[in-house]
C-alpha cells in the first residue's frame, strides 16, 4: 500500500471547540490561582504561628483540665514590675522603622467604608476572587454556544467555599488566630455568591439555547438534574441572606444542613465530571466533624443572673486549651433547648500555671455568688467565665430561668436571708461546649500601650484580653521574654451605670493586680442613663456621663495620656427621662479649663510622632458594627502619620 504522506492538520482557527478538553484546563488554573494567593499569606503568618507553637497545640483539642497544678493566686505573689530589671531593651532603631513601614503600607486595608460592612482588605481579595473566576469563565471560551466552562468554574469553587466556611482546617489549626474561621467567614460568603452566577450563568445559557433550538428542558436525566441542582443552590443562596440569618437562624442552618448534601447528589446525577471536585469539600467537612466532636465538653456549670439583662456562665474545671477573648459554642441544657448552640467569649484567662494566668481568684468569683464571706473557700477556681446579655430570644429565656430558679430556691424557705448566707445565688445547670474558636490576631504584649474600645456586651471580649495581659504583666512566664506593654487604657460604653456591675467583681480583681505590678490601667465607662445608680466600687474606674466617644479623638489620646479622663462621649444619645442631666451639669463644671490642656498636648503627641520617642499602640475593639467601621478608619488614619499600630476588630454580627 502506497504512502499518502502525513494527514492534514486543520487550522486552530476551524477547529470545533471541545469544552470537555479545554475547560478542565482552566478549573487547574483557577484553583493555581487562589491556592497561590492563599500560600502567599499562610507564609506571613507563620513566624507568628512558630513563636506561639505551644498555645496553639494545646488549643487544637481543646479545653483540658488540669489534675496536677494547683491554683496560684498573683496578689500573693511577689509585687515585682515587668518594668526595670524584667523589661526587655527597647527595639533597635531600624526594627521600629520597618515596624512602622509595614504599619503604615497595612493601614490602607483598615479603611471601612460605611454600609458593606467590608473593610479595604476584605474588598480587594473579594474582588480578586471575583476577577479571577471570571477571567478563567471568559477567557477564550464559547459561552454563547457553549456554556459549558461556567458549570466546570462551579465546581472548581466548591473547595475554596467549604475551606473558608470551616471551624477547624489545616490553616485554622496551624495557623491561629491569622486563619480563624471568624476572620474567613466573609469571604465564603461572597465566594458563595460568585459560585451561585456561575451556576446562574451557566445554566440561563443552556436554557436559552434549549429554547432557540426547541429543545425540551426537563424530562432528560442530564437536563432534569441540573434545573434540580439550580433549584437547591437557590435555596441555600437566598437563605443565606442576612435578614433570614438575623430574624430566622434556625432555617438559615436547617437549610444548609439539608440542602447541601442535596446539591451535591444532584450535581452528580447531572455531570460525571463532578467526581473529582467534590470529594476535597466533603474530606474538609468530614474533618471539621471529626475535629468538632474531639473538642465537644460536657460539664457541670452556674448560671448568675446578675440582674435582669445579664446572665453570667460559670464552668468551673478548665484550666488550659483556651485563651482568653476567644469563644465558645455553647448549648445549655434548660426548658427543652439543649440543641441551640450560640458564641459566647470568654473572659478569663486560663488559671493554667504552664502558660498565661489570670487576675480572679476563687475569692473574686464568691462576689458573684454571694455578698457574704461566712462561706469564703467554697466556690472553684475561675475556670471559665461567659456573660449572656438578654437581647435574644435564647438569652432572655436563659436569663429567666435563671432567675425564676433562684426566687424559687428562696421561696422555698421562710427565712429568706438564711437561705442567701447558705446557698449561692445561682443555678446548677449542664452545658456542652465545643471550641475554642478566634481570639485576638495581634500579640497585645509587644505594644507598649493597648487600647480596649467596647460597647455594651462586648466587654466580654475586651475584659478578656484586659486580665490575660495584666496577669502576663505581673508574672511574665519564665525563660520568655517580658512583656512590653507599660499603659492600658479601657473603655466601655453601656447604657445604665446600673450595668456595671455585670463585670464588677472582674474589674476589680484585675484593677488590684494591675496596681500590684506596677501597670498602670486606666478605665472608662461611658454612660446615658443614671435610672440606676448603684454604688460599685472598682478601683480607677472613671465614669463619664455621655454617650460613644470619638473613637479616633481615643485612639490620638492614648499616646497623650488624657484618654477615658477627658474625652467627652456624644450627648445625643443621653436618656430622656432627665436623670443624666444634674451629672452632666457636674461633669461639665470639672471639665472646664481642660480643653486648652487637651490641645497642648495632643500637639506635643503630635511632636512626639514625627521623630522623637514614638510608642507602639496595640488597639482592640469590640462591639457592634458601627463601632468597629469607627474604630478601623480612626486606627488607619492614625498609622497613616508613619506610626506602628496593630489593630483587631470583634465585631458582634451574624
Not at 78 to 88: D, L, M, N, T, W
Not at 215 to 241: D, N, R, Y
Not at 457 to 482: E, H, K, N, Y
Amino acid at each position: 500500500m502506497s504512502d499518502t504522506g502525513t494527514p492534514p492538520v486543520i487550522p486552530a482557527a476551524l477547529q470545533q471547540y471541545d469544552s470537555y478538553v479545554v475547560d478542565p484546563k482552566w478549573q487547574v488554573k483557577f484553583t493555581i490561582i487562589w491556592t497561590s494567593v492563599l500560600a502567599f499569606f499562610a507564609l506571613i503568618a507563620f513566624p507568628s504561628a512558630i513563636r506561639g507553637y505551644r498555645q496553639w497545640t494545646k488549643e487544637a483539642f481543646g479545653v483540658t483540665e488540669n489534675w496536677g497544678d494547683r491554683y496560684i493566686r498573683l496578689a500573693n505573689e511577689k509585687k515585682e514590675s515587668c518594668f526595670g530589671v524584667a523589661r526587655p531593651p527597647p527595639p533597635q532603631c531600624k526594627s521600629r522603622i520597618v515596624a512602622r513601614t509595614l504599619s503604615t503600607l497595612g493601614s490602607v486595608f483598615y479603611w471601612t467604608p460605611p454600609g458593606l460592612g467590608l473593610n479595604a482588605g476584605q474588598m480587594i481579595l473579594i474582588t480578586g476572587y471575583a476577577v479571577a473566576v471570571v477571567l478563567c469563565i471568559c477567557t477564550s471560551a464559547e459561552l454563547v454556544s457553549n456554556p459549558n466552562r461556567a458549570g466546570f468554574l462551579v465546581l472548581a469553587q466548591l473547595t475554596p467555599v467549604f475551606l473558608f466556611a470551616s471551624k477547624n482546617t489545616a490553616l485554622s489549626l496551624l495557623l491561629p488566630p491569622f486563619f480563624a474561621y471568624t476572620r474567613l467567614n466573609v469571604l465564603h460568603r461572597w465566594a458563595s455568591r460568585t459560585l451561585f452566577l456561575a451556576a446562574a450563568l451557566h445554566g440561563s445559557l443552556w436554557i436559552n439555547n434549549h429554547i432557540v433550538w426547541d429543545i425540551q428542558i426537563l424530562g432528560q436525566q442530564k437536563e432534569t438534574s441540573g434545573v434540580a441542582a439550580f433549584g437547591v443552590l437557590c435555596a441555600i443562596v437566598l437563605t443565606s441572606l442576612r435578614p433570614v440569618r438575623m430574624w430566622a437562624w434556625g432555617v438559615f442552618y436547617w437549610v444548609h444542613f439539608l440542602a447541601v448534601p442535596a446539591f451535591f447528589i444532584t450535581v452528580c446525577y447531572h455531570t460525571i465530571y463532578a467526581a473529582p471536585w467534590i470529594f476535597p469539600p466533603i474530606a474538609i467537612y468530614a474533618f471539621d466533624l471529626l475535629m468538632r466532636a474531639g473538642r465537644f465538653r460536657l460539664k457541670d456549670a452556674r448560671l448568675i443572673p446578675v440582674d435582669d439583662q445579664m446572665t453570667i456562665i460559670h464552668i468551673p474545671d478548665c484550666d488550659d486549651g483556651f485563651r482568653a477573648g476567644q469563644h465558645l459554642r455553647l448549648r445549655v441544657f434548660f426548658g427543652g433547648r439543649m440543641f441551640e448552640s450560640h458564641p459566647l467569649s470568654i473572659m478569663s484567662a486560663p488559671p493554667s500555671l504552664s502558660g498565661s494566668t489570670t487576675c480572679l481568684t476563687p475569692a473574686d468569683m464568691e462576689a458573684y455568688y454571694q455578698s457574704g464571706s461566712d462561706t469564703l473557700g467554697l466556690v472553684e477556681g475561675p475556670g471559665i467565665l461567659l456573660g449572656a446579655r438578654a437581647v435574644g430570644n435564647w438569652s432572655k429565656a436563659l436569663n429567666k430561668y435563671a432567675r425564676d430558679s433562684v426566687s424559687a430556691v428562696v421561696d422555698s424557705d421562710q427565712d429568706e436571708e438564711k437561705v442567701r448566707k447558705v446557698l449561692p445565688t445561682s443555678v446548677p445547670v449542664q452545658v456542652v461546649f465545643d471550641g475554642p474558636y478566634g481570639g485576638c490576631s495581634i500579640e497585645l504584649g509587644t505594644y507598649d500601650r493597648v487600647l480596649l474600645v467596647a460597647g455594651g456586651s462586648g466587654a466580654t471580649f475586651a475584659i478578656g484580653c484586659m486580665d490575660a495581659l495584666v496577669a502576663l504583666c505581673a508574672r511574665p512566664p519564665p525563660g520568655g521574654a517580658a512583656p512590653r506593654t507599660r499603659k492600658i487604657h479601657f473603655v466601655w460604653c453601656i447604657r445604665s451605670f446600673g450595668n456595671l456591675n455585670w463585670f464588677a467583681p472582674l474589674l476589680r480583681a484585675i484593677a488590684r493586680t494591675a496596681a500590684a505590678a506596677s501597670v498602670r490601667l486606666t478605665m472608662t465607662a461611658y454612660v446615658t442613663c443614671m435610672c440606676s445608680p448603684e454604688e460599685v466600687d472598682i478601683p480607677g474606674l472613671v465614669v463619664r456621663v455621655g454617650g460613644r466617644p470619638e473613637v479616633s479623638r481615643l485612639v490620638r489620646g492614648v499616646t497623650v495620656g488624657h484618654i477615658g479622663t477627658t474625652i467627652k462621649g456624644s450627648e445625643e444619645d443621653l436618656c430622656t427621662c432627665g436623670c443624666a442631666d444634674e451629672a452632666l451639669k457636674a461633669q461639665e463644671e470639672d471639665e472646664e479649663g481642660e480643653e486648652e490642656s487637651i490641645a497642648s498636648d495632643e500637639e506635643r503627641g503630635r511632636g512626639v510622632a514625627r521623630g522623637e520617642r514614638q510608642e507602639s499602640v496595640g488597639v482592640c475593639a469590640s462591639g457592634p458594627e458601627s463601632m468597629i467601621r469607627e474604630a478601623a478608619n480612626a486606627v488607619a488614619g492614625y498609622a497613616a502619620g508613619g506610626r506602628e499600630v496593630g489593630f483587631h476588630a470583634e465585631v458582634f454580627a451574624v
